[in-house]
Antibody
């Protein structure tokens, strides 16, 4: 069974950094684009970033460009999101998801809360 | 950026009735790369429909998607108690990928 297990997250001060991880199992990780989606409290879903299967191509939402970096380790079947210079408006539940290129997001992680507050 | 607009914002339906949710894109796209997701409180979204009309794995037949170009519809026939949730459409034709704001289907 395909699964995504997330870790990381927590409380961080404005301007701080955090790294999220997403461990994949049950599918050929390196063959699939992977994506991060977030959801602010009480709000809708917002696409954050996607990375190609090889890791060579990345896309970012304008709201995070230059501050967040998506990456992957295909030898460890793990997706990462490095978040720097965090702002209050980055407070959200962050989900990793399989897909995003020519495929919809068919597998989702359980989500991890990131709170940016002093 | 393709802006996705869903209507209505809230839909009140009695169990056993059907529900029709709409999703309009700010520009037409020929690929039909349109997905629908269901999200219940405290849970991750779940993929229901991809390619505008193809049900995802293990999704009941009462969920159906239709449409093309810039107008898409999700129909839920004979609503069950477990179907009351928020539904999002999403396009994966252009970058950035964009979601609609969601339609909440509530019990009438």
């Amino acid at each position: 069974e395909a699964q995504l297990l997330q870790s990381g997250g927590g409380l961080v001060q404005p301007g701080g950094s955090l790294r999220l991880s997403c461990a994949a199992s049950g599918f050929t990780f390196s063959s699939h684009t992977m994506t991060w989606v977030r959801q602010a409290p009480g709000k809708g879903l917002e696409w954050v970033s996607s990375v190609s299967g090889s890791g060579g191509i990345t896309y970012y939402a304008d709201s995070v460009k230059g501050r967040f970096t998506i990456s992957r380790d295909n030898s460890e079947n793990t997706l990462f999101l490095q978040m720097n210079n965090l702002r209050a408006e980055d407070t959200a539940v962050y989900y990793c998801a399989k897909g995003g290129w020519t495929h919809a997001f068919d597998i989702w992680g359980q989500g991890t809360m990131v709170t940016v507050s002093s | 950026e393709i802006v996705m607009t869903q209507s209505p914002v809230t839909l009140s339906v009695s169990p056993g009735e059907s529900a029709t949710l709409s999703c309009r894109a700010s520009q037409s796209f020929s690929s039909n790369y349109l997905a629908w997701y269901q999200q219940k409180p405290g849970q991750a979204p779940r993929l229901l429909i991809y390619g505008a009309s193809t049900r995802a794995t293990d999704i009941p037949a009462r969920f159906s998607g239709s449409g093309s170009g810039a107008e898409f519809t999700l129909t839920i026939s004979s609503l069950q108690s477990e179907d009351f949730a928020v539904y999002y459409c999403q396009q994966y034709h252009n970058w950035p990928r964009t979601f609609g704001q969601g339609t909440k289907v509530e019990i009438k």
